[in-house]
């Protein structure tokens, strides 16, 4: 079975940093690029950042690029997102995701494991 766990979130004052880390089990994602996303309450789930299957290609939402940091390390089956000054904007539940291919962006259908999320809540 395959498996995306996510673990890692909590609850930030503004300023303050996270790590959240995206563990995979069942199968070997380290020739699959991976992405996070995130859903706030009320909104559309949205693309975060994501990482080529060498970890060489990074993208990130304009939102977060300079505060957040994606990584990977295929010798573990496991990626990371540092954020840092964080802000009450960015709370929301953050989802890690297994692409088709080597590289994926923006698009959710770019992307077919998904995990089952964990919670972000940057305070003011």
């Known amino acids: 079975q395959v498996q995306l766990v996510e673990s890692g979130g909590g609850l930030v004052q503004a300023g303050g940093s996270l790590g959240l880390s995206c563990s995979a089990s069942g199968r070997s994602f380290s020739r699959n690029g991976m992405g996070w996303f995130r859903q706030a309450p009320g909104k559309e789930r949205e693309f975060v950042a994501a990482?080529?299957?060498?970890?060489?290609?990074?993208d990130y939402a304009a939102s977060v690029k300079g505060r957040f940091t994606i990584s990977r390390d295929n010798a573990k089956n496991t990626m990371y997102l540092q954020m840092n000054s964080l802000k009450p904007e960015d709370t929301a539940v953050y989802y890690c995701a297994a692409a088709k291919s080597v590289f994926a962006g923006v698009e959710e259908g770019e992307y077919d494991y998904w995990g089952q999320g964990t919670q972000v809540t940057v305070s003011s």
């Open positions: 990482i080529s299957w060498r970890g060489g290609i990074t």
